[in-house]
């Protein structure tokens, strides 16, 4: 009776678990379904509104115009020249406020002298948002490149300090104290235990950093430029040129998603026992 009973059971079992799993692969389908109309809904509900009469088309252009707008921005050729130049500041102060991000914040997670020298300094300079350095950026540094890659910077490198900070002191120190009484160099022991036991920490802080470079290329931008994306923005907007504002703002978002998958694609080939 019982090992009918269980036999019952199990069949019963089977049963419930092929039931569910096409319950489970249709709503997998419809998520994927909803996710691909979520954008064609948003601007067909952007369309209507725009075109409604209910706000103003100058100030709040429909989807068409913004196309429309972009397209002349690129038959003109002045997008490819904005694209270069607002990809090279972010690539060149995401690089250099990367470097430098991980390098003091293996200094200081792993050595508390170090710590105590400069942490307290960082934690009091890391509020304060770039684009309150514009004006001071300009006295110093004019309208040159640097000043740009110095904001850019300014922004990637406490994200990654911090995170490379912490990742540092979450590395099992047993393991650490293991390799030096094994007598393995300080500089090895630093680059094959604390920098890859860290690494997932600050993988994490650089996909952050990511999106951080594209913020503060708008303060970048607007420290005085010459081309760039942010720039164009801001002609468009001084011409009432409501279409490419939108435009713009549209490509640097894009351009930001873009290179936010980019680089978690990579972090996952590269960080793969995360």
Request: net charge positive; glycine share 10%; proline share 5%.
């Amino acid at each position: 009776m019982q090992d009918g009973t269980s036999a019952g059971q199990e069949i019963a079992l089977r049963t419930d678990g092929r039931g569910r799993r096409p319950d489970s692969a249709r709503l997998r389908r419809l998520n994927i379904l909803i996710g691909a109309l979520s954008l064609p809904l948003f601007v067909g509900l952007w369309e209507l509104v725009s075109r409604s009469g209910a706000v103003n088309m100058v100030l709040f252009p429909p989807p068409t115009v913004v196309a429309a707008a972009v397209l002349e921005w690129i038959r003109s050729g002045q997008f490819l020249g904005d694209l270069l130049a607002s990809l090279f500041r972010v690539t060149t102060g995401f690089i250099l406020g990367g470097a430098l991000g991980i390098l003091l914040g293996i200094l200081t997670g792993q050595f508390p002298v170090v710590s105590s020298l400069l942490s307290p300094l960082f934690h009091i300079l890391r509020p304060i948002p770039p684009i309150a350095f514009v004006p001071i950026i300009i006295l110093w540094f004019g309208l040159s490149e640097a000043g740009k890659l110095f904001l850019v910077v300014w922004g990637v490198f406490f994200t990654v300090w911090l995170s490379t900070h912490i990742g540092v002191q979450k590395v099992d120190r047993g393991l650490i104290r293991a390799a030096l009484m094994l007598g393995t160099p300080r500089r090895q022991m630093l680059q094959e235990i604390v920098l890859l036991g860290a690494l997932p920490y600050i993988v994490v802080g650089l996909r952050t950093a990511v999106s951080i470079s594209f913020y503060t290329l708008v303060a970048a931008e607007l420290a005085g430029a010459f081309a760039g994306i942010v720039y164009r923005i801001e002609i468009a907007q001084q011409n009432l040129q409501t279409g490419q504002v939108m435009g713009g703002l549209a490509a640097l978002g894009l351009i930001s998603f873009t290179a936010d998958r980019l680089f978690s694609a990579l972090a996952e080939r590269t960080v793969w026992w995360r």
